[in-house]
């Protein structure tokens, strides 16, 4: 196995700091003891993001070299095959969860959630594509695997879900290994100096933030109904 450099290192430690996986929600949820009603909140919440930021993926791909587009379209293309989309096969854990889905279509989530994606097209447009990778690829994607793998035993054994239910998933806990790593290696390869790898952490950071307070509204309104 090749050592991870220390750049990768600084990387992975910045979103060890704030991991979702310690996140009340996903502890809750990993445990089983997270309501149904959560765990439809938080995937209604979820897919009001990524059925919403898959233009940033195009806008990256605008500003980078000829192997980050490579990336983003093969990213793309997973997300969205037409043999089985992504955002669809959430809307059907959703519609499992007990949720009606053509109203979570006509919806639009928590200003949390919309607040998180306008920052991640804001970043797209307004500045070098290393700083949206880092914090949407590593940022997000990377967290997912982790978080996925934590709460799949209790969506199998105690909410008894069926596989097919969640697909969402199991499926993003082998994909989103492969989009993080690209997102890694990328990062590694064009961040050659001080200057953008300290832009790269200070953005990587920013995103771990937001994506903590993000599940954050999440529980306060699904779980502890406090917050509308």
């Known amino acids: ?3 991870k450099s220390s750049f990768r290192q600084e990387l992975e430690e910045i979103v060890g700091a704030k991991s979702l996986v310690n996140h009340p929600l996903y502890v809750d949820w990993a445990n089983g003891e997270l ?3 959560c765990i439809a909140g938080m995937s209604i919440e979820d897919y009001h993001y990524v059925s919403n930021v898959y233009p940033v993926f195009f806008l990256i791909a605008s500003k980078a070299p000829e192997d980050v587009i490579e990336m983003e379209l093969e990213n793309y293309h997973d997300e969205m095959n037409p043999d089985n ?3 669809a096969i ?5 519609g499992a969860s007990g949720a009606d889905i053509e109203q979570v279509k006509k919806g639009r989530g928590l200003m949390s959630t919309e607040a998180w994606t306008s920052w991640l097209f804001d970043l797209a447009r307004n500045q070098p594509w290393q700083a949206v990778v880092s914090a949407m690829h590593v940022g997000s994607e990377f ?4 978080v996925f793998s934590a709460i799949l035993p209790a969506l199998r054994e105690k909410y008894k879900f069926s596989e097919h239910d969640i697909e969402h998933f199991w499926l993003h806990a082998e994909v989103d290994v492969e989009h993080s790593a690209s997102a890694f ?3 590694e390869r064009h961040c050659e100096s001080r200057e953008s790898k300290d832009m790269v952490k200070y953005y990587l950071g920013e995103s771990v933030s937001r994506r ?6 999440a529980y306060l309104h699904y779980e ?3 917050i509308s």
Request: proline share 7%; hydrophobic share 45%; with cysteine.
């Open 212 to 217: 903590w307070f993000v599940h954050d509204c």
């Open 143 to 146: 967290q997912a695997v982790g």
């Open 90 to 94: 959430l809307l059907r854990f959703i």
């Open 185 to 187: 290696e990328v990062l």
């Open 1 to 3: 196995m090749n050592q």
């Open 224 to 226: 502890k109904g406090l």
């Open 85 to 87: 989309p992504h955002p």
């Open 35 to 37: 309501s149904k009603k």
